[in-house]
Antibody
């Protein structure tokens, strides 16, 4: 059974960075791309990008280049997304989602940017 | 980027009724090589993460009730829910994976009377 574990929440200060984690289990981590999606409160879904865990090849939505950096740790089957230079516009829920046939979603991490 | 447009933005129905919602893409999602439409539908219940319902425009994911039916091809797609249940209260999103960046529709919010 595919499981993607994400921390529930992160509180960060404006201008800082945060590194979000997504620990995968129930499947072979290196066999499926991992995607990241942003959802602002009460808003729709935005695709940030994807990473191939087998070789760390990445594709980014142009909108998030320079904002998001995707990495993986194969030894722990964990995907990461670092968000930099945070502003209030970055306050959102961030989901990781396993690719393959469609998207299998994690529970999401609520990032709140506040002083 | 491929623009995904959903309509209506919201609808209210009584339990047991049939619901139809639309999703249109700004370019065809039909791959000539395998004849698959790269269109998925996701359901997001209040306070929950999204859940995939349908892939390839019309293939239900394992465990999804058969009252959920996806149809369409090319640029026009439909999600039909036969005999809506109270538990179907949610926002429904279509999403294309034909080309990067993957994009989502704005969602259709389904409310139950």
């Amino acid at each position: 059974q595919v499981q993607l574990q994400q921390p529930g929440a992160e509180l960060v200060k404006p201008g800082a960075s945060v590194k979000l984690s997504c620990k995968a289990s129930g499947y072979t981590f290196t066999s499926y791309w991992m995607h990241w999606v942003k959802q602002r409160p009460g808003q729709g879904l935005e695709w940030i990008g994807e990473i191939d865990p087998s070789d760390s090849y990445t594709n980014y939505n142009q909108k998030f280049k320079g904002k998001a950096t995707l990495t993986v740790d194969k030894s722990s089957s964990t995907a990461y997304m670092q968000l930099s230079s945070l502003t209030s516009e970055d306050s959102a829920v961030y989901y990781c989602a396993r690719g393959g046939l469609g998207l299998h979603w994690g529970q999401g991490t609520l990032v709140t940017v506040s002083a | 980027d491929i623009l995904m447009t959903q309509s209506p933005s919201s609808l209210t129905v009584s339990a047991g009724e049939k619901v139809t919602m639309s999703c249109k893409s700004s370019q065809s999602l039909l791959a000539s090589g395998n004849q698959n439409n790269y269109l998925a539908w996701h359901q997001q219940k209040p306070g929950r993460s999204p859940k995939m319902l349908i892939i390839w425009a019309s293939t239900r994911v394992s465990g999804v009730p058969d009252r959920f039916i996806g149809s369409g091809s090319g640029t026009d797609f439909t999600l039909t829910i036969n005999s809506v249940q109270a538990e179907d209260l949610a926002v429904y999103y279509c999403q294309q994976s034909y080309s990067a960046p993957w994009t989502f529709g704005g969602g259709t919010k389904l409310e139950i009377k």
